[in-house]
C-alpha cells in the first residue's frame, strides 16, 4: 500500500466513528417514522445524516477491514495463521471484554435505585438472564439480535469474517465477479437474510468487495478520476431516496456512498485538516467501543435537565449529545493513556503502541 492510500485510510478512521455515532443519536426520541408536508426541515435534516449518510461510514468500515486484511497477501498457511493471531488481539479479545464489561454495568445500572428508571426497557435486563441466554446475550444470538454492546455487531461480523476468509480468498480468486455479485445482489435486493452466524450480506458483500480490491492489487485511479462524479451521483441518489423511501434504492446509494467516500477523501490529503484528523485516528476504536452506553447517559440526562419541546432545542441536543460523549471519551482515554497504559491498550485491542508509533493503516493491518 503506498502513502497516500494509508494516510487516506487513516484519515478517514475519525469522521467515521463520529458519524456512527450519530446513528446512534437517532433514537425513539428523534426518530422520523414518515414523511409529509408536516415533517419539518430538522427532522429531515437528522434523518439525512443518521439514517441516510452515516450508513456509508459502516460499509467502508467493512470494505476498509477485508482490504487491510489482505492487501500484503501470500498464499501460505503462515499467513492467515498470523492474521489469526493478529485479529485475536485487535477483535477477540477486546469483543470479549467489552461485552462483559457492559453485563457489568448493566447488571449495576438496572438495579441501583438512582438510576434503574432510565436504563430499563432498551437493554436486556441483565439480572432475569439464565445460563445459556448470557452467551445469547454476549454474542447476539438466538432471541437477541446484537451482542449487549450492541456496536460491537460489527466486530462480531468481522470475527466470523476473519474465520472464514480462507474460503472467502477461495471464491475471490477463481470466480471474483460471480462472488461479488452474488452477495451484493442478495444485500441489495434483500432476497433473503439467513444470517450465517449472525454475519448479514451486508457485511460479507463489503468486506469481500475490499477484500477484492487488496488481492487484485487496485490503485483507485479509476474512482479517482470520476471521484466529484461519484459524489454528484451519490447526493442525487439520497435525495431521491428522502422522497421514496425505497430500500434498493437506498442500498444502491449506500454502495454508490462508500466509493465517493473514499474517493473523495483525495481531495482531504492536501489540505491541513489531514494532519488533524490522522492525529484524532488514535481515538476512533476507543470511541466505537465506550460510546455506547457514553451516549446514553449524555443523552438521557439532558432530557432529564433540559426537557426540551422545541423542534429546535431537540435539533440542538441531537447535534450537541454527540459531541459531548464524543469530549468525555477522549477526556477518558487520556487518562487511561498516562495512568493505565497497559489496560488501555489491552481494551483497544494491542493499537496503543502503533498510536505512540505514529504509524499508518498499513502498518496496522
Known amino acids: 500500500m503506498n502513502q497516500n492510500i494509508s494516510e487516506r485510510i487513516e484519515l478517514l478512521r475519525f469522521p467515521l466513528i463520529v458519524s456512527i455515532i450519530y446513528i446512534h443519536m437517532y433514537t425513539s426520541e428523534f426518530m422520523v417514522t414518515s414523511f409529509d408536508a408536516n415533517t419539518t426541515l430538522l427532522e429531515w435534516f437528522r434523518y439525512l445524516i443518521s439514517h441516510v449518510m452515516a450508513f456509508v461510514s459502516v460499509s467502508l468500515f467493512f470494505a476498509i477491514s477485508g482490504y487491510l486484511f489482505f492487501i500484503n497477501f501470500k498464499s501460505s498457511f503462515s499467513f492467515f495463521l498470523k492474521k489469526y493471531r493478529s485479529r485475536f488481539r485487535t477483535l477477540v479479545v477486546p469483543y470479549t471484554l467489552w461485552n462483559i464489561i457492559v453485563i457489568f454495568f448493566y447488571l449495576v445500572a438496572q438495579t441501583s435505585p438512582l438510576t434503574a428508571q432510565y436504563f430499563n426497557g432498551e437493554h436486556p435486563y441483565v439480572i432475569n ?25 460489527f466486530i462480531r461480523d468481522l ?56 488481492l487484485y492489487k487496485h490503485n483507485f485511479d479509476l474512482s479517482d ?37 473514499f474517493s ?6 492536501h489540505f491541513k485538516i489531514k494532519d488533524v484528523l490522522i492525529k484524532l485516528s488514535k481515538y476512533s476504536f476507543f470511541l466505537f467501543a465506550i460510546h455506547e452506553p457514553m451516549l446514553s447517559i449524555v443523552r438521557k440526562l439532558s432530557y432529564k435537565i433540559l426537557m426540551p419541546e422545541s423542534d429546535i432545542s431537540i435539533f440542538m441536543l441531537y447535534i450537541l449529545c454527540p459531541i459531548v460523549t464524543i469530549i468525555l471519551c477522549i477526556y477518558i482515554y487520556k487518562v487511561l493513556e498516562k495512568w493505565l497504559p497497559n489496560i488501555l491498550n489491552i481494551l483497544i485491542g494491542n493499537r496503543l503502541s502503533n498510536n505512540n508509533k505514529n504509524n499508518y493503516a498499513g502498518n496496522r493491518s
Open 159 to 214: 470475527i466470523v469474517l476473519v474465520v472464514l476468509s480462507p474460503l472467502l480468498y477461495l471464491f475471490l480468486k477463481k470466480i471474483p465477479f460471480v462472488f461479488l455479485s452474488f452477495w451484493g445482489i442478495l444485500w441489495i435486493f434483500g432476497l433473503f437474510e439467513p444470517n450465517i452466524l449472525h454475519t448479514n450480506f451486508f457485511s460479507i458483500f463489503f468486506f469481500s468487495f475490499g477484500a477484492y480490491l487488496a
Open 264 to 269: 473523495g477523501s483525495k481531495y482531504i490529503v
Open 225 to 261: 478520476t470520476y471521484a466529484k462524479e461519484m459524489i454528484f451521483l451519490y447526493l442525487v441518489l439520497i435525495w431521491i431516496n428522502l422522497y421514496f423511501q425505497f430500500k434498493i434504492l437506498e442500498n444502491v446509494a449506500v454502495l454508490v456512498g462508500t466509493i465517493a467516500a
Open 129 to 153: 438472564l439464565r445460563g445459556w441466554q448470557y452467551l445469547e446475550v454476549f454474542w447476539g444470538y438466538g432471541e437477541f439480535e446484537y451482542p449487549i454492546a450492541f456496536q460491537f455487531w
